[in-house]
């Protein structure tokens, strides 16, 4: 998997802003799980996230 536990992503949209800022909490079939600042839980696969920028983190 490319995003360890612990490390932030945002969600990747293609001509739009990010919709979410999170860190990844884990994994489930292949997806992974994500937490945002407002302790919401969303799962999506690899290919739908990139890195957070440090100071969204």
């Known amino acids: 998997m ?3 536990k612990g490390e932030w992503v ?7 802003a990010p ?3 999170g860190q990844v909490i884990g ?3 292949g997806q992974y799980i994500i937490r945002d600042a407002d302790r919401v839980r969303w799962l999506r ?4 996230l990139s890195p ?3 100071k969204a983190a």
């Not at 696969?45 to 739908?48: A, G, K, L, S, Y």
Request: charged share 30%.
């Open 10 to 16: 945002q969600s990747a949209r293609v001509g739009n």
């Open 52 to 54: 957070a920028p440090k």
């Open 27 to 29: 994994h489930s079939q």
């Open 2 to 4: 490319k995003y360890a």
């Open 45 to 48: 696969f690899e290919e739908e």
């Open 19 to 21: 919709k979410f800022v």
